[in-house]
């Protein structure tokens, strides 16, 4: 009998502690969720519990990380917008950047008469090109403004082409001019064809010194470094 009763106390013990064993290991976890759940919906510094907020957080962050890793980011604009009215600013900082600059001379409008000539001859000219076995022959035509621009750039820019050792001539046409470029050396014969009309007018680098001079009212090419406003020369 006493056998017996040691061995249900033992039994009753052993009951009770894994009763007590489950009963810690649930509320364990229960304490562990009920944190979770009660740190997911408690506002955060960086959240403030609210998923739209989140989004709008994560969107920051993002606009954030452009900035740093060469997104756009706001800032002054560095284009003139124009062509044209970009190489006038340009050189108007230069005359005011320079104190011998003689402002009582400056032609800022003969420069921009200039300009629009090379617009005319760039854009709007027609250029009909005949190889010849040693150069090219070019017939450069317009109308109206274009015809102008064309009679006073292309004759001027011969000059240059004849200093570059080409042999370069022009002669008038009723609306326009015909230009002829020749060489004795094969591979610049081969380098003009390649060039083309507007790639012969490119060539040389006198248009930048050439518009600064005019903007002074230095006139290259006009035959007067004296020339009065209003009597401009567009050659180039």
């Known amino acids: 009998m006493f056998a017996w009763l040691w061995k249900a106390a033992i039994a009753g013990m052993a009951v009770l502690a894994a009763t007590a064993f489950v009963s810690a290991e649930t509320g364990g976890h ?4 009920d944190r979770a759940a009660h740190e997911a919906k408690a506002p955060g510094p960086d959240m403030d519990g609210c998923p739209m907020m989140r989004e709008m957080h994560a969107k920051q962050g993002m606009h954030g990380m452009m900035g740093k890793h060469g997104g756009k980011t706001a800032g002054a604009p560095t284009l003139a917008g124009q062509d044209a009215f970009a190489a006038i600013q340009e050189v108007v900082q230069i005359l005011e950047a320079d104190p011998t ?9 003969a420069l921009r008469e200039h300009l629009i000539d090379m617009n005319e001859v760039t854009l709007r000219a027609e250029a009909y090109e005949r190889s010849l076995d040693n150069g090219v022959e070019i017939i450069v035509t317009g109308e109206g403004r274009t015809a102008d621009a064309v009679k006073r750039m292309v004759p001027a820019h011969a000059q240059v082409l004849r200093a570059t050792g080409w042999n370069a001539k022009t002669e008038d046409l009723p609306n326009g001019v015909k230009l002829v470029v020749k060489s004795d050396d094969p591979a610049q014969v081969t380098k003009l064809k390649a060039l083309g009309f507007m790639g ?9 010194p050439h518009h600064l001079m005019m903007a002074k009212g230095e006139h290259p090419h006009a035959g007067s470094a004296e020339a009065p406003k209003g009597e401009h020369s567009h050659s180039h």
Do not use: C, L, N, Y
């Open 101 to 109: 600059t003689d402002w009582s001379k400056v032609d800022i409008g």
């Open 200 to 208: 012969i007018m490119a060539q040389g680098s006198h248009h930048q």
């Open 30 to 33: 229960q304490g562990h969720e």
